[in-house]
């Protein structure tokens, strides 16, 4: 099993749209979690922190659930400018040396 | 001008050869990382660094070094290159800010090793 398990996709959604990822993780003793947006052939950004209570940046929103292991990110009113990969991050330490990847979610919005 | 640089941005080179790609960072962090990204895999570490005098080794360092000359150069080499480090590879840098570890990666080296 994969230390940290996305779908890969493509989700194609028109433009307005409401959208949903789900990620989920092996190791319990995980301690942060992150979601990065990677647009095609560039770098990763980090797009938002996860936190326990679940938190809100505009039209993105991100949910843990730690009993099930699991982190989802929902984007309201999708734009065109959504369009990219987004990596599901896990930290079992301290530090982002501990940091794992999942392999990423694609989304295409469209007209 | 951008706060991590990598040079080269593209790389073809031949099985054997020795290869360095490296990496700048005008954001003043200590914590510097050198990461692989291949198709279907999430980003793997391959070293790091949290000063100039440490340096570690991520899950996949075999075949690879590093150099930490600065606290804002970290460069990665390939003694000798073989086909299968065709990858495209990032540098980060990372901070303590808000109390998480954020990270800030580098535009990505393209690697292709003949």
């Known amino acids: 099993r994969k230390e940290v398990e996305q779908d890969p996709g493509p989700f194609n959604v028109p433009e307005g749209a409401t959208v949903a990822f789900n990620c989920t993780y092996s190791?319990?003793?995980?301690?942060?979690f992150f979601w990065y947006r990677q647009d095609c052939r560039k770098e990763p950004k980090l797009l938002m922190s996860?936190?326990?209570s679940g938190n809100e940046d505009g039209r993105f929103t991100a949910q843990l659930n730690r009993a099930s292991q699991y982190i989802s990110l929902l984007i309201r009113d999708s734009k065109l400018s959504d369009s990219a990969t987004y990596l599901c991050?896990?930290?079992?330490?301290?530090?982002?040396?501990?940091?794992?990847f999942g392999t990423g979610t694609r989304l295409q919005v469209t007209l | 001008d951008a706060d991590v640089t990598q040079t080269p941005r593209n790389r073809i080179t031949k099985t054997g050869k020795r290869i360095m790609l490296e990496c700048s960072q005008t954001k003043g962090h200590d914590r510097m990382y050198w990461y692989r990204q291949d198709p279907g895999l999430g980003l793997r570490l391959i070293y790091y660094?949290?000063?100039?005098?440490?340096?570690n080794k991520g899950e996949i360092s075999d075949g690879y070094s590093v150099s930490r000359q600065a606290q804002a150069k970290f460069s990665l080499s390939l003694e000798s290159a073989i086909p299968n480090q065709t990858a495209l590879y990032f540098c980060?840098?990372?901070?303590?800010?808000?109390?998480?570890?954020?990270?800030?990666f580098g535009p990505g080296t393209r690697l292709l090793v003949l």
């Open positions: 980060a840098t990372s901070d303590l800010g808000s109390g998480r570890e954020t990270q800030y």
């Open positions: 996860v936190y326990s």
């Open positions: 660094s949290f000063d100039v005098k440490d340096i």
């Open positions: 190791n319990s003793a995980s301690q942060s």
């Open positions: 991050v896990v930290n079992i330490g301290s530090t982002a040396s501990k940091l794992t």
